[in-house]
């Protein structure tokens, strides 16, 4: 028999045998991944301290979550809310962009209402604490994060679990912190949000999505939720 024809038929069973085992599992110390932007719908989100999405200001398009410059459509939250979770998304802004993503999200604090993940054209701010991947006013990535240029694609990263929070970007952890810690705690006392009351501490809430009034884009938006850690 020809060598290559025998190759052939010998690798047969294992094709057979390989489309036949079981699929291998997913991490069970987390939940799927779970879209929270389909790309296609606003689906899932509405409008800060509204209950409908609104009418103006964000659009879908191109399979982005689109803000427009000054299109005064307000901050976005998502309808489910979290506790424990690992967050994904895809963003780009452009020159002299600011937008943010906040998480720990209240209704009933409109001055405060999370801590932020910061996103901004960084050559427009001079505050380490102002920095992308900073936590916005309080804490400054405690590594030099990688930040690409206005107009292009980062990805950012965030986990929650329990007290212990990390940002990540383009790939790299850039900054850790503990939730009531007192390095936080003495950070938020020298922050603008130092006369938020419980602005510190965990809670469950919904994704937000702010209006800094510059042009953002969002896309791949995606979450996976932990167990809840019991204290």
């Not at 191109?62 to 424990?84: E, K, P, R, S, Y």
Request: proline letters at 7%; charged letters at 20%; a neutral charge.
């Amino acid at each position: 028999m020809h060598l290559l024809s025998r190759s052939r038929i010998l690798a047969v069973p294992l094709i057979i045998l390989v489309c036949l085992l079981p699929a291998r599992a997913g991490d069970p110390e987390t939940g799927d991944w779970k879209p929270l932007f389909d790309g296609k719908t606003t689906a899932g989100w509405r409008g800060y301290g509204r209950p409908d999405f609104p009418p103006k200001g964000w659009v879908v398009e191109d399979g982005c979550l689109h803000l427009i410059a000054g299109g005064g459509g307000g901050n976005l939250i998502t309808v489910d809310q979290f506790t424990d979770f690992e967050l994904q998304w895809e963003w780009r802004i452009g020159p002299k962009g600011n937008n943010g993503v906040k998480y720990l999200v209240t209704e009933t604090r409109p001055n405060a209402p999370g801590h932020e993940y910061q996103m901004v054209d960084d050559a427009t701010e001079s505050g380490a604490k102002h920095q992308t991947a900073s936590f916005y006013d309080v804490l400054p990535p405690q590594r030099q994060p990688h930040v690409n240029p206005p107009g292009s694609w980062n990805r950012s990263r965030l986990v929650l679990r329990g007290q212990h929070v990390e940002h990540w970007l383009n790939g790299e952890k850039v900054l850790t912190y503990e939730l009531g810690s007192a390095a936080v705690q003495a950070a938020i006392a020298q922050s603008k949000f130092k006369d938020a009351r419980g602005f510190g501490e965990k809670i469950k809430g919904p994704i937000l999505l702010t209006d800094h009034h510059s042009e953002t884009w969002f896309r791949n938006i995606r979450i996976r939720e932990f167990p809840v850690l019991q204290h």
